[in-house]
Structures are given as structure tokens and as C-alpha cells.
């Protein structure tokens, strides 16, 4: 096994702001699970799949061929060969890949493609579910949250910063349902792993956050 950082946490707590620095700064390989779990979700939606129809979602799932590599450090999902980065950070893509990465199917091919690359490489890999399930023998694991209403406030300034119209009430209810999910569904819930240090970065600047986690890091390198 090559060194394995596991950063878990709610979306929008800045995992991968983190991770990616974390991995810059140590040259180890950054692993976003999330995005693995989208291009899955792209592959359903693509498919016309209902996203209450678990037996549909059983069978397709298994159509879908998931890979990433890397291009001048940046991780490229590869969904069936093709280049799925520019597809997969939509409203559309997310609300499904919260409704189907529950799926059992869905996760262990998703979780065996994570275990295998950590198993080659060192890697900061980050999810809801890397320091209790993907990686329970990762040498730093984190979690790492912050409120919501701070969480939607970072979103909507993301998201005005790019021109795009939001409304700060409606994002900060998708964020408590979002939790809500992925915090109650049986397999794999977000919740953080009994050896995990909580970091909440609500009143933290991302310097102060990178500087915690690689502190942590020092301790055990
Ligand atoms: O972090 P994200 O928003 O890109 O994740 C997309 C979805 O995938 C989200 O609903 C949670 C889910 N996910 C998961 O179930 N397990 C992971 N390890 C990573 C993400």
C-alpha cells in the first residue's frame, strides 16, 4: 500500500480545493471519487434510466466502463473511452449521482476502480465514504465540514462569480437535502470514521485548512 490521505466530508466543505493542494504540494495523486459517481450518473441519464427504477439503474450500471488518468496533474474521467470533464459538474448530473450512487452495483464497481489506484499509487483521495469504507487503513483520514448556510454562501459566489443567476435560499436547501441523503442511505453513509480528525473550515481560509491537513500529514510522514 502507498500512502493513502482520505479527506471525506459534505459537499461544498471544500474537499477538493484541499485535496488538490495537498497532492500539488506532496506530489501524490489527487483521486475524486465524486466525479466518478457523476460520470456514472452522466452514463444513466444518457440512458434514459428513471432514477426511482433500481433494477434499471442494477442492470446499466454495468454498461458503463469508468477510468481515469491524468493530464499535466489534473484527473480526467474517461466514461466509456470518452472525456467526460466538461459534462459532469451540472445540477442535472449531481441531483442523479446523489440518487444513484446508493446503488450497491454502482458503488463496488466504483469502489474497487478507487481501492486499485490507491493500492498502486500514493494518493489524497476524497468522497463521503473513503476513511470508513474505500480506505480504512489510510494512514490520515479527515473529515472535513462546515456549515450550510457557509457551504451555500461559497456555492452561490461561485456560481454569481461565473454570470450565473441563483438564488442563496434555494442552493442552501438543495446543500440539507443533499446531507440528508447522503447521510441517511444504508450503504455507505457520510459519516466520519472513528480515527478521522474533524476539521470544520466555516470560519477558516483555505490556507488554514491546507496547513492543518498537511500538518497532520507531517506527523505521520
Ligand atoms: O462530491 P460530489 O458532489 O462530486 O459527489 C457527487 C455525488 O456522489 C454525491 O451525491 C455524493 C456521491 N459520492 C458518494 O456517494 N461517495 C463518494 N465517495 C463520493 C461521492
Redesign the pocket.
Known amino acids: 500500500m502507498g500512502i493513502n490521505i482520505a479527506i471525506?466530508g459534505p459537499?461544498?466543505a471544500g474537499?477538493?480545493t484541499i485535496a488538490k493542494l495537498i497532492a500539488a504540494k506532496k506530489g501524490y495523486i489527487y483521486v475524486?471519487?465524486?466525479?466518478?459517481?457523476?460520470a456514472m450518473?452522466l452514463f444513466l441519464l444518457r440512458e434514459g434510466v428513471d432514477p426511482s427504477d433500481t433494477a434499471a439503474i442494477d442492470a446499466k450500471c454495468q454498461e458503463a466502463d469508468i477510468t481515469i488518468g491524468y493530464e499535466d496533474g489534473a484527473q480526467i474521467v474517461y466514461l466509456n473511452g470518452e472525456n467526460v470533464n466538461g459534462c459532469?459538474?451540472t445540477e442535472e448530473?449531481?441531483?442523479m449521482?446523489?440518487?444513484?450512487?446508493?446503488n450497491p452495483n454502482v458503488?463496488k464497481k466504483?469502489?474497487e476502480l478507487?481501492q486499485k489506484l490507491a493500492a498502486d499509487a500514493d494518493v489524497v483521495?476524497?468522497?463521503?465514504?473513503?476513511g470508513t469504507?474505500?480506505l480504512p487503513n489510510a494512514q490520515v483520514k479527515v473529515f472535513l465540514t462546515a456549515d450550510s448556510h457557509e457551504r451555500a454562501l461559497r456555492r452561490y459566489k461561485e456560481l454569481t462569480g461565473r454570470g450565473e443567476a441563483c438564488d442563496l435560499a434555494v442552493i442552501e436547501k438543495d446543500i440539507i437535502e443533499?446531507d440528508r441523503?447522503?447521510m441517511t442511505?444504508e450503504l455507505?453513509p457520510?459519516k466520519q470514521a472513528e480515527d478521522a480528525v474533524l476539521v470544520d473550515s466555516s470560519h477558516m481560509t483555505v490556507e488554514e485548512v491546507a496547513e492543518t491537513v498537511i500538518s497532520l500529514c507531517e506527523k505521520k510522514f
Open positions: 471525506d459537499a461544498g474537499k477538493s475524486d471519487t465524486g466525479a466518478m459517481y457523476r450518473a459532469i459538474r448530473v449531481g441531483k449521482a446523489s440518487v444513484s450512487s446508493p458503488r466504483l469502489v478507487q483521495m476524497d468522497g463521503r465514504d473513503i469504507c474505500v443533499r441523503q447522503d442511505r455507505s457520510l
